[in-house]
């Protein structure tokens, strides 16, 4: 995986352009759920990995209608860390609205466009995928857990079905059905 330069001081200058309001609400909405320290805020509301490339934010906050709908991603994505199968700083996508997703080629249903998915970079080391598919596989039917693998280190997770897929968005090519 390669080091990426921290995206903290992008976050505060973002945030000081007019959004720290949204995001304190935002906080506050996961604070009362007990979510709030699932995830650092700088990677919860990460856009896009190409939110350059789509001329937009690198952060947004999703509307307060759809901010109920991360909290049983978050769930998981506190399980997984627990873990140790997931940082939740290496997020690298969460909520996105229609135009970004459509950018970032997300599917015209991305569970992105209704704040409840969130994808992430693994970390590059032996047996992680593994380790992984071994979770899903155990706990994801109760969690209602997505696993998407774009690559071996690029995944996606959402809690809006328990299924699996890879890089052609079929279940034939995710690596829980391909590896393991």
């Not at 995001?23 to 350059?52: C, F, I, N």
């Amino acid at each position: 995986m390669s080091q990426r330069a921290p995206a903290k001081p992008r976050f505060n200058a973002w945030a000081d352009a007019g959004h720290r309001e949204q995001v304190a609400s935002y906080r506050a909405h996961l604070e009362r759920q007990g979510l709030a320290d699932v995830m650092p805020m700088d990677a919860l509301l990460k856009t896009s990995r190409r939110w350059r490339l789509c001329l937009d934010d690198e952060f947004a906050t999703p509307p307060p209608a759809l901010q109920p709908n991360i909290a049983p991603t978050l769930h998981v994505v506190a399980r997984l860390h627990s873990a140790g199968l997931l940082d939740p700083a290496q997020a690298r996508s969460g909520w996105r609205d229609a135009r970004v997703n459509r950018c970032a080629g997300g599917a015209s249903g991305s569970k992105h466009l209704q704040n409840n998915a969130i994808d992430f970079d693994l970390p590059e080391r032996p047996g992680s995928v593994t380790a992984l598919c071994a979770w899903w596989r155990t706990h994801g039917k109760k969690a209602r857990m997505g696993l998407g693998f774009y690559t071996p280190t690029a995944i996606h997770i959402d809690t809006s079905g328990f299924r699996t897929w890879g890089n052609d968005r079929t279940r034939c090519s995710s690596l829980c059905v391909t590896r393991d």
